[in-house]
C-alpha cells in the first residue's frame, strides 16, 4: 500500500502563487511518474503536469509557463509551484503517482498507482 498526503491548497487573489506539495509514504520500490491532475466543478479531471523518474516534464498548455512541476526523490514528494494564479486554475487538485512498490507478505514486488485526497485551490478576489 502506498499512500498519498497532499497539502498547500488555499484561497489565492489572480495573479498570486500557491506551491502544493504531495508526500508518498509506504513499501515504495521505485516510482515511474507524478503527475497533477485538477477537476473543477461540472468538468472532467484532466491532467496539468508530469514528471518522470528521469526528470522530463511535461504540462497542459494552460499552465504553459506559468505552473512547474518538481520533485525530491529522497523523500518521495512532488511539488506543483503554481504562478499568475487565474480564476480558471480554480479546482481541486490531485496528485497520481505510480511506480512498483513491495507487497505486504514481502515477496516480489508489485506495481502501484495511488490517488492523493485532494486539495482545493480557489483563485478570486
Known amino acids: 500500500q502506498v499512500q498519498l498526503v497532499e497539502s498547500g491548497g488555499g484561497l489565492v487573489q489572480p495573479g498570486g502563487s500557491l506551491r502544493l506539495s504531495c508526500a508518498a509514504s509506504?513499501?515504495?520500490?521505485?516510482?515511474?511518474?507524478m503527475d497533477w491532475y485538477r477537476q473543477a466543478p461540472g468538468k472532467e479531471r484532466e491532467l496539468v503536469a508530469r514528471?518522470?523518474?528521469?526528470?522530463?516534464?511535461n504540462y497542459a498548455d494552460s499552465v504553459k509557463g506559468r505552473f512547474t512541476i518538481s520533485r525530491e526523490n529522497a523523500k518521495n514528494t512532488v511539488y506543483l509551484q503554481m504562478n499568475s494564479l487565474k480564476p480558471e486554475d480554480t479546482a481541486v487538485y490531485y496528485c497520481?503517482?505510480?511506480?512498483?512498490?513491495?507487497?505486504?507478505?514481502?515477496?516480489?514486488?508489485?506495481?502501484?498507482?495511488?490517488w492523493g485526497q485532494g486539495t482545493q485551490v480557489t483563485v478570486s478576489s
Open positions: 497520481n503517482v505510480r511506480g512498483i512498490s513491495r507487497p505486504r507478505n514481502g515477496v516480489g514486488l508489485e506495481n502501484f498507482d495511488s
Open positions: 514528471i518522470i523518474s528521469g526528470g522530463s516534464t
Open positions: 509506504g513499501s515504495i520500490f521505485s516510482i515511474n511518474a
